[in-house]
């Protein structure tokens, strides 16, 4: 497998950006990645294509076999850089969830 330029990044394009959610699509070339991040709020992830991500965190690594229109959900808090595994673009849309649950509600 080629090792991809370390400052090769996926494109993110924000689709819906309200106070509820903020919809994101993300599209990575071979070997792109989002850079480490952590995620503020809970989120789903749909992906576009069918294939593998790899992701990099603090509870190691892990590759991932994704399926096109099978989502998945993570709470907020997940730390990670997520590469695209793939020799072929990979897309998929996050879904970031603004609400806050009240304790006791």
Same mark, same amino acid.
């Given at each position: 497998?080629?090792?991809? @330029?370390? %400052?090769?990044?996926? /494109?993110?394009?924000?689709? =819906? %950006?309200?106070?509820?959610?903020?919809?994101? #699509?993300?599209?990575? $070339? @071979? +070997?792109?990645?989002?850079?480490?991040?952590?995620?503020?709020?809970?989120?789903?992830? /749909?992906? *576009?294509?069918? +294939?593998? *991500?790899?992701?990099? +965190? @603090?509870?190691? %690594? $892990?590759?991932? #076999? *994704? =399926? $096109? +229109?099978? @989502?998945?959900?993570?709470? $907020?808090?997940?730390?990670? %850089? /997520?590469?695209?595994?793939?020799?072929?673009?990979?897309?998929? =849309? #996050?879904?970031?969830?603004?609400?806050?649950?009240?304790?006791?509600?």
């Amino acid at each position: 497998m080629t090792t991809a @330029p370390s %400052d090769l990044r996926g /494109v993110a394009t924000v689709r =819906i %950006d309200n106070e509820r959610v903020r919809v994101t #699509e993300w599209r990575f $070339a @071979p +070997g792109a990645s989002t850079g480490p991040h952590r995620h503020e709020m809970a989120y789903v992830v /749909v992906p *576009l294509t069918t +294939g593998r *991500l790899a992701a990099t +965190g @603090p509870a190691g %690594d $892990a590759v991932n #076999e *994704l =399926i $096109a +229109g099978l @989502p998945y959900f993570r709470p $907020a808090g997940v730390e990670h %850089d /997520v590469r695209n595994a793939n020799p072929f673009e990979f897309a998929f =849309i #996050e879904i970031e969830l603004k609400d806050r649950i009240l304790p006791g509600a």
